[in-house]
């Protein structure tokens, strides 16, 4: 046909690594990722890929839950955002453990959710009937 392989398909690696040489793995993504050795007993704790990277609607999903907790109060707004931040970091020690693409919306909106209605049900009430009687444990 005469057609010029960039022409016919230009998504398609053309086999290179970062570093030039045809050995390397251009298509993995992982394979100059970093390890993190356990200084004591010197084995392979786990591995980030390059670049971890979180969609639009994550930060939809969890800007939607702490904005309608901010509608309440800023406490369980606040006890919202933590949680949300926790699941973030939960989900990135089980990127790093796993090494395998996972979803970053089901453990930070859990537990922004418990977060919600425990801390709205159960710790406001609690700090409020505090508050009504002055009385601020330490």
Do not use: H, W
């Amino acid at each position: 046909d005469g057609e010029d392989e960039s022409e016919s398909a230009p998504l398609v690696s053309s086999g290179y690594g970062a570093s030039g040489d045809p050995e390397s793995n251009a298509l993995d993504p992982e394979s100059n990722a970093p390890e993190y050795v356990d200084p004591v007993l010197g084995g392979k704790l786990f591995a980030l890929p390059d670049s971890i990277k979180l969609g639009l609607g994550d930060f939809i999903f969890y800007s939607v839950l702490v904005a309608r907790a901010a509608m309440y109060d800023t406490f369980v707004a606040t006890s919202c955002f933590l949680a949300v931040l926790q699941g973030l970091v939960g989900t990135l020690f089980l990127l790093g453990v796993y090494e395998r693409a996972l979803p970053a919306l089901p453990i930070s909106i859990a537990f922004g959710v418990l977060a919600y209605f425990g801390s709205r049900y159960a710790l406001e009430p609690v700090a409020m009937e505090f508050a009504s009687q002055l009385v601020f444990p330490m």
